[in-house]
Nanobody
Framework: HVQLVESGGGSVQAGGSLTLACAAS????????MGWFRQAPGKEREEVAR???????DYAESVKGRASVSVDSTKNTFQLRMNSLKPEDTAVYYC????????????????WGQGTQVTVS
């Protein structure tokens, strides 16, 4: 199982930007479909952005145009960059990794990080 550790959360003013990083315990570029999710108080966890089996990035409508994801294969890190932050972006952000085999992402294998709090005011 891959282990994931998020970092980069904190308090940000509305209109600002942030970068979250997810450090993985093993190589992720070829073997995992990486994603960012978030959970606001009283709400269900929702997908923010992820790479599909073809390594194309998909973004939630709520962050499209404001977010970008990338993998640094040399450091085994997965990053989420967001700008034009809004108070509704406030949530705990989680990194997730699904095993990728033959271009297919297996959600049943999903590993989660512990989460990092982002507060936008």
């Amino acid at each position: 199982h891959v282990q994931l550790v998020e970092s980069g959360g904190g308090s940000v003013q509305a209109g600002g930007s942030l970068t979250l990083a997810c450090a993985a315990s093993r190589s992720i570029y070829y073997d995992y479909c990486m994603g960012w999710f978030r959970q606001a108080p009283g709400k269900e966890r929702e997908e923010v952005a992820r790479f599909d089996g073809d390594r194309n990035a998909d973004y939630a409508e709520s962050v499209k145009g404001r977010a970008s994801v990338s993998v640094d294969s040399t450091k085994n890190t997965f990053q989420l960059r967001m700008n034009s932050l809004k108070p509704e972006d406030t949530a705990v952000y989680y990194c997730a990794a699904d095993r990728r085999v033959g271009g297919i992402c297996y959600e049943s294998s999903r590993a989660w990080g512990q989460g990092t709090q982002v507060t936008v005011s």
